[in-house]
C-alpha cells in the first residue's frame, strides 16, 4: 500500500530538480551568453505484479503487468542555439552560429602539443566576448583570462598584401616597441640653402624574432621548432640600442628603459576575418595585431559548464578544432596549430643534409574553416532565456509538485484508516 507513497516521493524529488534548473534560467535571464537548461523526466523502476504470455492455442495471450514507482531525473540538457544581440563596446565580439573564444591564462599556451589534439581541451570556452586590451598589454576578458588567437611575427606583408602571421596558438597581446638610432637631413638653420645630417631616432614595433622562437632545449644546429611565445618574459633589446633621453647609441645598458608594450588608437576587429588591427602611436601606423582563433567542438550541446559562462570540452563534447573566421587561414598559409619543421632525409640519401618540410601532424591540429559561423563586432551575445516559457514551465512544476504532496497525503490517510481498524 506503501508503493504510492515511494512514488510520490521519487516525483517529488525530480521536481524539485526541475525547479532548480528553472530557478537557473530564470536568474540568468539578464546574463549575457547564458545558455538554457531543460530537465527531461523518465519514469522510474518498475517491479512485476504479473508477467505476460503470448497466447496458446486455445487461450488468448495476457500483457505483462508492471507496477512504477515514481519518476526521476532522464537528463538535464544544454541548449547552445543562438538568441539576440545586444550593442555593446567597439572590442565586444559575438559569434552567431556555432563555434567559441578560447581563453585561459598566459602559462596554458606552454601545454598545448601541436602532436597531441587533446591538449587544446586545456583551453576555455566561452561564448562572451567582451574583450579589451589590458594594462599588461594582453586582450582579455571581463574575468581578466587572456584571450587566444594567432600573431602577427613581423610588420611586412607578403605579395598578396596580407600580413605574416605565426602558427602558433597564443595569448593576443601587443608588439613591442623601442627606439631604433637613424639619421634625418634637415635645412641648416644658419644657413637655409644648405642641409645637415643630424642624429635621431624612430620607433619600431619589436615583434618575436626566429631566435625567440627555438626550442631552449635544441643545440644550435639543430632546426628551428616554433614553439608557443613566452609571453610572460618580455624579449631582450637588439643590438640597435638607444638613449632613451637623447636618442644617441649606447652600450651602457643602465641607461636603457625596458621594451614595452607599444601604444594603439582606433583597435579594430574584423567581423570577416577576426584581424586585430590598431594605429601605433609611435609611428602614426595601421599594424595587425593578430587574429582571434575560434574553437569547434563535434557537439556544441556536450560541453561542461565551469561557471562564469566557462565552459570545457570535456567527454561528451566530442574532439576540439580550431577554425578561423572567413577562411582566412588560406590566405595566411595557415594549416596546423603549432606545426613546426623538421628535418627529413630521402632513404637513397640523395639529400644528406635533410631539406626542411612540414611534419604531418594527426587529426584534430588542423585549421578548419567555421562551416558559417559569422562575428558580430560592438555586440554581445544576449541568452537564450524565454521568460514566458521558463514561467509556464514553473506553474506545471508547481502543480505537479502539488499533486505529488497530494498522494502522500491520500496515502497517509488511508493507513491511518488501516491502523484505525482495530480500535
Known amino acids: 500500500m506503501t508503493g504510492s507513497m515511494y512514488a510520490s516521493v521519487a516525483g517529488l524529488r525530480a521536481h524539485m530538480q526541475k525547479l532548480s534548473v528553472i530557478g537557473n534560467n530564470v536568474a540568468n535571464v539578464n546574463t549575457q551568453g547564458y545558455k538554457k537548461q531543460r530537465t527531461m523526466f523518465r519514469d522510474s523502476v518498475y517491479s512485476m505484479y504479473s508477467s505476460g504470455g503470448n497466447g496458446t492455442s486455445t487461450v488468448g495471450g495476457i500483457n505483462p503487468s508492471q507496477i512504477g514507482y515514481g519518476s526521476m531525473v532522464g537528463s538535464i540538457d544544454l541548449n547552445m542555439s543562438s538568441a539576440s544581440y545586444n550593442p555593446g563596446n567597439p572590442t565586444d565580439c559575438a559569434l552567431v552560429g556555432d563555434g567559441f573564444f578560447l581563453v585561459g591564462d598566459k602559462t596554458v599556451a606552454n601545454t598545448i602539443d601541436g602532436n597531441d589534439p587533446s591538449t587544446l581541451k586545456s583551453l576555455t570556452?566561452?561564448?562572451?566576448?567582451?574583450?579589451?586590451?589590458?594594462?599588461?598589454?594582453?586582450?582579455?576578458?571581463?574575468?581578466?583570462?587572456?584571450?587566444?588567437?594567432?600573431?602577427?611575427?613581423?610588420?611586412?606583408?607578403?605579395?598578396?598584401?596580407d600580413p605574416t602571421v605565426s602558427d602558433q596558438l597564443v595569448p593576443i597581446r601587443l608588439p613591442y616597441w623601442e627606439r631604433v638610432p637613424t639619421t634625418e637631413t634637415v635645412k641648416d638653420p644658419d644657413n637655409p640653402d644648405q642641409t645637415i645630417t643630424r642624429d635621431t631616432f624612430k620607433y619600431e614595433i619589436r615583434f618575436p624574432t626566429d631566435e625567440e622562437k627555438r626550442d631552449p632545449n635544441a643545440g644550435a644546429t639543430d632546426p628551428v621548432k616554433k614553439i608557443p611565445i613566452q609571453d610572460v618574459n618580455k624579449p631582450q633589446h637588439s643590438d640597435n640600442r638607444v638613449d632613451m633621453e637623447t636618442g644617441a647609441a649606447t652600450e651602457d645598458e643602465s641607461k636603457m628603459e625596458d621594451l614595452d608594450f607599444a601604444e594603439f588608437s582606433n583597435i579594430t576587429i574584423s567581423p570577416d576575418t577576426g584581424a586585430i588591427t590598431?594605429?601605433?602611436?609611435?609611428?602614426?601606423?595601421?599594424?595587425?595585431?593578430?587574429?582571434?582563433?575560434?574553437?569547434?567542438?563535434?557537439?556544441?550541446?556536450?560541453?561542461?559548464?565551469?561557471?562564469?559562462?566557462?565552459?570545457?570540452?570535456?567527454?561528451?563534447?566530442?574532439?576540439?578544432?580550431?577554425?578561423?573566421?572567413?577562411?582566412?587561414?588560406?590566405?595566411?598559409?595557415?594549416?596546423?596549430?603549432?606545426?613546426?619543421?623538421?628535418?627529413?632525409?630521402?632513404?637513397?640519401?640523395?639529400?644528406?643534409?635533410?631539406?626542411?618540410?612540414?611534419?604531418?601532424?594527426?587529426?584534430?591540429?588542423?585549421?578548419?574553416?567555421t562551416g558559417g559561423t559569422k562575428m558580430m563586432v560592438g555586440f554581445l551575445e544576449a541568452p537564450n532565456v524565454d521568460l514566458a516559457e521558463e514561467i509556464s514551465e514553473l506553474i506545471t512544476t508547481q502543480r505537479g509538485y502539488q499533486a505529488n504532496t497530494r498522494i502522500v497525503t491520500v496515502t497517509d490517510s488511508m493507513l491511518e484508516e488501516l491502523v484505525n481498524m482495530k480500535r
Do not use: W
Not at 139 to 149: A, F, H, T
Not at 316 to 330: H, N, P, Y
Not at 341 to 357: C, F, K, L, R, S
Open 278 to 369: 590598431g594605429i601605433c602611436r609611435e609611428g602614426d601606423l595601421p599594424v595587425v595585431i593578430g587574429y582571434l582563433a575560434i574553437g569547434s567542438v563535434t557537439n556544441p550541446n556536450g560541453v561542461t559548464h565551469t561557471g562564469n559562462s566557462y565552459y570545457k570540452c570535456q567527454d561528451g563534447a566530442g574532439d576540439l578544432r580550431i577554425s578561423m573566421l572567413g577562411g582566412v587561414q588560406k590566405d595566411l598559409g595557415i594549416t596546423n596549430v603549432n606545426s613546426y619543421m623538421v628535418q627529413q632525409e630521402d632513404n637513397n640519401n640523395n639529400n644528406p643534409g635533410g631539406t626542411t618540410d612540414k611534419k604531418p601532424l594527426p587529426p584534430g591540429t588542423a585549421i578548419l574553416s
Open 125 to 161: 570556452l566561452t561564448r562572451v566576448g567582451d574583450f579589451q586590451f589590458r594594462a599588461d598589454g594582453y586582450l582579455c576578458d571581463g574575468k581578466g583570462n587572456v584571450v587566444y588567437g594567432f600573431l602577427a611575427v613581423n610588420e611586412g606583408t607578403d605579395e598578396k598584401g
